[in-house]
């Protein structure tokens, strides 16, 4: 590069570093004088970011957290005028293209699909991966999305899905406050990036500080990089390299990055840069001020090596532009971010304005008072926002109540609309619209030419069979899944037959087991991610609920991972082998599916329908269900099982019987024993937690039947009334009801061990058969004798 192409490039980067400080000194602004909520910022890490971003390339992606505004400005990703449209909380895609409008401002991401929820290309532009708030929650994503990488390059097969890899020669960027490496998940992935040598760059910005909790509480020996040194590569070649730059110094900065990286890029190395001297010139957030616990001589000190009072230093010092010039940068940077500030309150408040007149002009239609004081309420609130709408008018339709007036039916269609229309806004894309959502996949029957009956295990093992023959982007993992082909066989010989890139082992580590398969999705890939067994799914709940089951909600439609999870559950032996907690789970994940397949078939045919769609998905096998007997079907790697979708197992005229999963074998049991004192139940397989019967059918079954049961191994309390509210109150079943609606649960406590551990804890035939003699007991005592 000659000299002229480096001095423009260096004060670009300057121009860049100082709007970006700028944004940050006006957000703040914004947030104090009330127009906007809450701010957080990037000030301080400007410089680092910048060099960081120019070692970025087009295919690479970005995991990380709520201080990488100058990286997204620098790599085009956000424009300062989109940077503040999110602080206002803009609801518009077009506008906020990082959320629209959905998470708090800071949380950056790109769209990765188009408006029809399909994959855009990666391979030709900047991505990044939607940040969420927890602290270290981009790291186990992080893992995934440099995973992918590695697949990319070591499987001949992927070559082809040229629009998310150049043969695996992309990095993922992970960026994490130094606070935040106390989580457990940063060092659960650091040690697994290792593990797997994946091309993964991990920034620290390390600014001394958590909030006001300062290293000495967060790090030992106070230091990211002295601690992890023990990571580095050794003679074999294999290891985490870490790297150390300061945050104020650009050549230093820049000269890390282009090192670190190509390392990372061309060996497929995880690496480490420990920025440190960073500073947070205007504390953590708008919350509060760090005059509280920073010391004079600390706040002294961050004002000495600001970094970009260091940068300009540096220029001036190398006499790339001398006071004047760099005073001209700051005038036109200090201009550029007034601007864009401005035109993204300019377009916030447009949309708005316009409601706002519209509401008025409906309501002035009414003669009655409290319409002239809801329109006076609103002129009279400086911009006004869509609650201000909804006040108004219900403060109209609440005075005229009674009022069959023309003008009330007009509002009141108005009011429908308004809620539609903030439907969209607020509400929409919780799941996957796009042509391959599991609605879109056709419900292909299984077929069985002639009676081959074998080990449950064996139908999910063909199923995976032909689901890895059949496309190369399908991959399996998890603790003993490779050469042992998973703890009870269904990957069995998997690993020889497609190798170790396909199907193999994971260390002891739920939580990045997951994040692995959210990465890799969310570049093309078809992961299945297994939990040895549902008991340890906790360690990943949290990443499933805050990052899977909000993606395509937090983005708007922006995002998608359409990760498979395979684990097993209910009953076998033990407080830790035997669990079943399904209402925590279904409350956890809302935006994902929760599939209970009650034996091996219909979890095959549920796969094959996740494989065939776009969205995550939770199937939890019957641990008891490998070595029970089933019919193979013909077409075991092509049917599809239906979500949302009951079934009824048998036909029968008292009871319905709502149940699922292991349990369903009790009941059929006490269902032999209910029928020789003349009970008749209908039992129904709901099959799917989530979704949960879309089509509303169980509530049939209690037309005929008036009574209902909801019967699992849960807690008391936990999805048994999960399943009860969605019959009863959505589906209207309390209609049809001639006895009090029951559950029967698992004792409040985790299953004592053994089989009466079992028998005593969790739903037998014998409490099942007096729970629902008794309901006929009190519904006909003549015909139904006390028990
Ligand atoms: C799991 C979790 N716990 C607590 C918080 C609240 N919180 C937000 S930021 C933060 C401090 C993070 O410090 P650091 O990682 O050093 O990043 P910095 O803000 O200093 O850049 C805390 C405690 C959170 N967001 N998530
Ligand atoms: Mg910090």
Redesign the pocket.
């Known amino acids: 590069m000659d000299f002229e192409a480096f001095k423009a490039e260096v004060l670009n980067d300057y121009k860049l570093a100082f709007e970006s400080r700028q944004a940050s000194l006006l957000g703040r602004k914004e947030v104090l004088t009330g127009k906007a909520k809450f701010g957080?910022f990037g000030d301080g890490?400007e410089v680092a970011q910048i060099a960081m971003a120019k070692a970025f390339k087009h295919g690479d992606t970005r995991s990380g957290?709520?201080?990488d505004q100058t990286f997204m400005f620098a790599t085009g990703m956000n424009t300062v005028q989109q940077f503040f449209a999110q602080l206002y909380a803009h609801t518009d895609v077009e506008a906020e293209p990082n959320s629209g409008g959905r998470s708090m401002n800071g949380h950056f991401g790109s769209r990765l699909l188009d408006d029809n929820g399909n994959w855009l290309p990666q391979t030709d532009r900047f991505n990044s991966s939607s940040d969420i708030?927890?602290?270290?929650?981009q790291m186990p994503r992080l893992l995934g999305l440099a995973l992918a990488s590695k697949l990319y390059r070591q499987n001949p097969e992927l070559h082809q899905f040229k629009d998310f890899s150049n043969k695996g020669n992309e990095v993922a960027f992970g960026t994490?406050?130094?606070?935040?490496?106390s989580?457990g998940g940063f060092w659960e992935v650091i040690n697994a990036a290792g593990v797997l040598q994946v091309p993964m760059v991990m920034s620290v910005?390390d600014?001394g500080?958590?909030?006001s909790v300062p290293a000495k509480y967060?790090t030992t020996k106070e230091n990211i990089s002295t601690i992890l040194k023990g990571f580095n590569s050794d003679e074999n070649g294999v290891g985490v390299d870490i790297y150390n730059a300061k945050g104020w110094d650009y050549a230093e900065l820049c000269r890390v990055y282009q090192e670190a990286v190509e390392h990372s890029r061309v060996n497929h190395r995880p690496v480490l840069i420990h920025v440190n001297e960073v500073t947070?010139p205007q504390g953590?957030s708008t919350s509060g001020s760090h005059e509280r616990y920073k010391s004079k001589e600390r706040l002294q000190w961050e004002t000495d090596f600001d970094c970009i009072k260091k940068m300009r230093e540096w220029i001036e010092e190398n006499k790339l532009a001398n006071a004047k010039e760099l005073d001209a940068i700051e005038s036109d940077a200090i201009q550029y971010v007034n601007d864009s500030k401005k035109k993204a309150w300019e377009a916030y408040l447009a949309p708005l304005k316009q409601d706002v007149a519209e509401v008025i002009s409906v309501l002035e239609q009414f003669s009655h008072p409290v319409a002239a004081e809801a329109i006076s309420d609103l002129k009279s609130t400086k911009d006004a926002i869509r609650k201000d709408i909804g006040m108004a008018i219900n403060k109209v339709l609440i005075a005229t109540i009674g009022e069959n007036t023309i003008e009330r039916q007009n509002l009141k269609s108005y009011y429908k609309n308004f809620l539609e229309k903030n439907f969209e806004r607020y509400s929409s894309n919780l799941h996957s619209a796009s042509p391959n959502s599991i609605d879109s996949v056709p419900e292909i029957k299984a077929e069985f030419n002639e009676d081959v009956i074998v080990d449950g295990r064996e139908v999910v093992l063909a199923c995976f069979d032909a689901a890895l023959g059949r496309d190369p982007r399908v991959f399996a993992f998890g603790e003993d899944v490779g050469t042992i082909g998973d703890v009870n066989q269904g990957f069995a010989g998997m690993q020889e037959k497609y190798g170790e890139i396909r199907v193999s082992d994971t260390g002891i580590r739920e939580l990045s087991i997951i994040g692995q398969g959210i990465g890799a999705a969310m570049r093309g890939l078809r992961p299945i991610a297994e939990i040895q067994y549902l008991d340890y799914l906790l360690y990943a709940l949290q990443i499933m609920s805050d990052d899977i089951a909000t993606m395509q909600y937090r983005t708007k439609g922006g995002q998608k991972t359409p990760i498979i999870i395979r684990t097993r559950g209910h009953r076998l032996e033990g407080i830790w082998h035997s669990g079943s907690p399904m209402g925590m789970i279904v409350h956890a994940v809302r935006g994902m599916h929760v599939c209970v397949p009650r034996n091996m078939t219909q979890a095959a045919g549920m796969y094959n329908l996740l494989l065939k769609a776009d969205e995550p998905a939770l199937v939890v096998e019957c641990l008891n269900g490998y070595r029970l007997k089933e019919k193979m079907p013909s077409n075991i790697g092509e049917f599809t099982v239906p979500l949302g979708q009951p079934e009824v197992l048998q036909e029968g005229s008292d009871v319905t019987i709502v149940s699922y999963g292991s349990t369903l074998r009790v009941i059929q049991d006490a269902m032999k024993k209910l029928s020789t004192a003349g009970i008749s139940c209908e039992l129904i397989d709901v099959q799917t937690l989530l979704p949960f019967d879309t089509k509303h059918t169980i509530v049939e079954s209690l037309k005929k039947t008036n009574k209902v049961v909801f019967i699992d191994e849960d807690v008391p309390g936990g999805a048994t009334s999960y399943m009860m509210q969605k019959v009863l109150e959505e589906q209207n079943g309390y209609l049809h009801l001639d006895a009090k609606p029951q559950t029967i649960t698992a004792k409040a406590h985790r299953p004592a061990y053994g089989t009466d551990g079992d028998y005593f804890s969790k739903p037998n035939a014998e409490d099942i058969f007096i729970a629902i003699y008794n309901m006929m007991h009190e519904y006909n005592p003549t015909q139904f004798p006390e028990f």
């Open positions: 957080i890490k957290y709520y201080r708030s927890p602290t270290a929650g994490i406050g130094n606070a935040s490496t989580e910005w600014d500080y958590g909030i967060q947070q953590h």
